[in-house]
């Protein structure tokens, strides 16, 4: 009768179980005819029981607990005067005894894979006393295995190469499954490997796990990946034993057995002559079934009409063959080209060396376009010479230009006038001539640097540069002059024939030899008795004292012109004049003051005292200026009037002031005289501008009906009037509203003949009064009375 995998374990397991059990004999304690052991006194008897290692069954699923062994004492009588305790690993919680019997009990599943042992300790004790009747001892309780687990593969899944075409039994790979049973303890752990799938390309060791090629010549570029799946089964493989599986993924690395070859045996590509230099005419590439460094080519020109007018290049990312220009393309000097190009591995294997060269050949035809190109000067750098003292319309010199084209069109000529700005220069439109237009001067400009456009009479849109460099050459048009600002001075203690000077000249010009000046004192200073010249022949001259005795009170400056003259042909002169100054020296004859005043100050007052006079005489006179200023600006009227500054606006605020002895704002004089100019005013804080404003409404005063008539044709005449500035409407206080507390306080008001105030008393205030007293006094001369 067969039996399957899962029965074969059960009965495995009942017959460990049964084994287990019958040995249980050996475990128990054996009676010793030794003496009884005695705690008192200092001899040690010899242990009473003993016993051996127990042994247990893992993984038991039964409900009942599992009986482990038996333990027993030859001091136990079976009375159940002695009582057995048991200590230790997993005591009371895993294991318990019978304290009667000695019986050991496991009341939890064991996994020998959790803990393979337990130790514990053991002891008989007198059930009265509570007092051991035996030594404690130690024993081990083994967890027996049973194949509980299957191989495992920790380290999968695998993945791993090998080069393709490699010979049968390449190793690739070795897998490793481990197994948590018992190794020293049956077949449990002992693992043979087999391969589920990869077949036929690959097989694997059944005892180490190496994986190795089944097949030869094996194609990356057929099947570059290969799944693989090996299993590993403890029991060297029998049946009933655990498996487990893992995953390989084999992929094959290229190498180089693929030569290069070109999709076709020729090309043709068309190309502008106008094509720039090192202008990319075409991509060409040569396939190659490889990857990577295997892949990588070198392709060049081996034969052909264009090889110094073309070259080719690789482009290490693409390993396309980069075709470029090297040299200009004239589609009338040739119209296509010829190239041999070959392309080759770069690496090459010579163990596949049999499958032919690794290299291919292709050829390339460029046909060149024509196209129409703009016209081309015979030099692309003109360089001319012409003096500066040139009249206009000399010749300076003549470029030349051409169409290259077949058709050979007509060319004319103009400067850009982005190049001359000034327009110096003019050229012939059709012979290319080129001529001054106006004065030139070297010293502003030596060279100018000219572009001509040359363009087609067909196609003006085609146009050809040139460059012309017109340098300008010197005439001896500069007088010679000091080469700088000479502060000379004399101390008045220096001695005849001292040297208080040595100057030089500089020319704008620049003669080819170089300059060469003289220098000498003009006819009227030859022969004066203070100061000589002295011409060094080095284009330099020295100034010399020729008396002794200079004072600053006599004589503070002195000027002496010097005549200067250049070596040009013609020479040019210059008289400069050099300002020599009369100073105050100390004994190293170094100035200490020039200042001819100087001696008309006071001796004691030091420097010091000097500047802070004179900062005082400052500040005094700028505080009396503001002063002034304040003053001007507070007394100048608003309108300019060259008789008499009259106000005749009346302006309108909220502010009542000052009640009717205010008489700054307002000049009521305006108001007695009705014939007064009416002449356009000048005011000094406002800027005309033309307004309109609203007529107000007024209070009819009966009594003053010449201040009505008044007020009311000058609104008119501001109301029509456009151009009538708007300070110049009258505005009157006589109206403050409906119900008004204090009535009227205006001025005007108070002039009427019911007013009850007095004013009499302003014409004896003084002639500041006087107007006043005129409008508001009620005296026989009074206007209004």
Known sequence: MKLGKVEFCRFLQILALFLCLSGMNQAELTRSRSKPYFQSGRTRTKRSWVWNQFFVLEEYMGTDPLYVGKLHSDVDKGDGSIKYILSGEGASSIFIIDENTGDIHATKRLDREEQAYYTLRAQALDRLTNKPVEPESEFVIK??????????????????????MSPVGTSVVQVTATDADDPTYGNSARVVYSILQGQPYFSVEPKTGVIKTALPNMDREAKDQYLLVIQAKDMVGQNGGLSGTTSVTVTLTDVNDNPPRFPRRSYQYNVPESLPVASVVARIKAADADVGPNAEMEYKIVDGDGLGVFKISVDKDTQEGIITIQKELDFEAKTSYTLRIEAANMHVDPRFLSLGPFSDMTTVKIIVEDVDEPPVFTSRLYSMVVSEA??????????????????NSPVRYSIDRNTDLERYFNIDANSGVITTAKSLDRETNAVHNITVLAMESQNPAQIGRGYVAITILDINDNAPEFAMEYETTVCENAQPGQVIQKISAIDKDDPPNGHQFYFSLTAEAANNHNFTLQDNKDNTATILTRRNGFRRQEQSVFY????????????LSSTNTLTIRVCDCDADGIAQTCNAEAYILPAGLSTGALIAILACVLTLLVLVLLIVTMRRRKKEPLIFDEERDIRENIVRYDDEGGGEEDTEAFDMAALRNL??????KTRRDVTPEIQFLSRPTFKSIPDNVIFREFIWERLKEADVDPCAPPYDSLQTYAFEGNGSVAESLSSLDSISSNSDQNYDYLSDWGPRFKRLADMYGTGPDCLYS
Do not use: C, W
Not at 155 to 163: E, F, H, L, M, N
Not at 399 to 407: N, T
Not at 560 to 571: K, N, Q, R
């Open 560 to 571: 002496l012109p010097i005549f200067i003259v250049d070596s040009g042909s013609p020479s």
């Open 675 to 680: 014939n007064i100019m009416r002449d356009t």
């Open 143 to 164: 967890i027996q295995d049973i194949n509980d687990n299957e191989p495992k593969f920790l380290d999968g899944p695998y993945t791993a190469g090998v080069p393709e």
């Open 390 to 407: 040139a009249k206009i319309g000399t010749i300076i010199g003549t470029v030349a230009a051409h169409d290259p084209d077949a058709s």
